[in-house]
Each structure stands twice: as structure tokens, then as C-alpha cells.
């Protein structure tokens, strides 16, 4: 499934769904520990981001973005007002609807076609990265296939297995590049093919990254998946 249709997902049924009450589960359990934050919280969120947006809009020199500044920092604070999502991903409302229905629904497919031990994972390359002005111009896909095609390479046989991976960039002002990287989660026999991605060179060690590929059991499903 691809990030648009992640977008459009339904709510999640009711049992599934993170903005439930629900008890403090064992710790050996997938899951109910975590619960999504409140509406009133978000709200509150992005009223702050409205004005952080306008005083930092005053300094601007650029009048146009100085004026998307404005524009952005009063569809937040309208959204605030009323508790609507406005949608942009600057909406701490709005990211709370589509982690809501991309938790929820993820939940109900690994609890109906998962199962034993999740895996976390953390996946990332010295070759994905992105210098600082190329950021926008550079194909995500690309890098994303990458990681699909080497995934294919060290599995070993055709059988399919659960995966789940977002992708995700870490900015570094110093030396101005963007680390782009993959946080998932993934069965036992899936795992076993991450962890295999430490044969190919493309995933060792550098200067900058000390540990390409990271692992660990999950105990807790749904504040994983918040993440």
C-alpha cells in the first residue's frame, strides 16, 4: 500500500481504534498501553504553531513567504478554534486523524493476518544522502524501490512475509545533507532478511552512521506505531 492510499484509509473499528479509553494491558501483551492524544491537545498544539508562525512572520524579509507564513499560521489557529482538521501536514489535528486511521486499521490487519513475535526496525544507507538545496528535486521513489530490490535480493526464496516501513529524513545542519532512512515493523521471518541487509555493503558502517541496521522485539504494538 502506497502513502496516498494510507491517506484515505477509514476510521478504524472501534476495537482498533487508539483514540479509545481502554485498561493498561500486560506487558507481554501487543497492545493498549499507548493511547492517541486528545483532540483538545492537538488543538492546543496548533494554536501554538499559529503563533509561533506570526512572530516569526514579522521578521521576515520576503514578502511572499512572509504572507504563506500569515496564511498558514491563520488556518491553524481557525482549525484550533473550532476542532477541525484543516488539511496540512503542518496540523497537528490533521496528523492526529491520519495516525488515528493508519494505527487503527494496521492494528486490525496484524491482529487478523499476523502472527507471533513483531520486530522494529530501523534501515539506513550512507548512499541515501540528500544534500540540503536537492532535497525537493530528489526522487524518493527511487531509494524506496532501492530498499525493495535489496530486501528481494537477500531473501533467499519467493515466499512473502509482513513488512511495514515509512520513510523518513533526519536533517544535519552541520554538514548540510539530509539522512534519509526506513523505520518499520516486520514478522520473525521477515526480520531475518532485514538483519541480512548487513552482507551487502551498501549497509555498513560510516563515519556518520555507526549502526546501519537495528532490531528489536516489540512489546508494545500501538505506541510503536504512533511513532
Not at 102 to 116: P, Q, S, Y
Request: glycine fraction near 6%.
Amino acid at each position: 500500500m502506497t502513502g496516498s492510499r494510507l491517506l484515505k484509509l477509514p476510521l478504524p473499528q472501534k476495537r482498533y481504534d487508539p483514540a479509545r479509553k481502554t485498561k493498561k494491558a500486560s506487558a507481554g501483551d501487543r497492545g493498549d498501553k499507548w493511547q492517541l492524544e486528545s483532540e483538545a491537545a492537538c488543538a492546543a498544539e496548533d494554536i501554538k504553531r499559529a503563533q509561533l508562525l506570526c512572530r516569526s512572520a514579522r521578521s521576515m524579509d520576503d514578502p511572499k513567504i512572509k504572507a504563506e507564513a500569515m496564511a498558514l499560521a491563520e488556518i491553524l489557529g481557525e482549525g484550533a478554534d473550532s476542532n477541525r482538521c484543516s488539511s496540512t501536514l503542518a496540523s497537528s489535528l490533521y496528523w492526529r486523524e491520519l495516525r488515528r486511521n493508519i494505527i487503527g486499521n494496521l492494528l486490525a490487519f496484524i491482529d487478523r493476518h499476523v502472527t507471533g513475535d513483531l520486530y522494529l526496525f530501523t534501515i539506513i544507507s550512507p548512499h541515501w544522502e540528500i544534500p540540503g538545496g536537492k532535497l525537493l528535486s530528489t526522487e524518493l521513489k527511487q531509494i524506496v524501490k532501492s530498499l525493495e530490490n535489496d530486501l528481494r535480493r537477500v531473501r533467499g526464496s519467493n515466499e512473502s512475509h509482513f513488512i511495514f516501513a515509512v520513510i523518513h529524513g533526519q536533517y544535519d545542519p552541520i554538514r548540510n545533507v539530509y539522512s534519509i532512512h526506513f523505520h518499520g515493523i516486520a514478522c520473525e521471518a521477515a526480520i531475518e532478511s532485514v538483519r541480512s541487509l548487513r552482507t551487502l555493503k551498501c549497509y555498513k558502517k560510516s563515519d556518520f552512521i555507526a549502526k546501519p541496521i537495528v532490531t528489536e522485539k516489540i512489546y508494545d504494538l500501538p505506541r510503536v506505531l504512533s511513532y
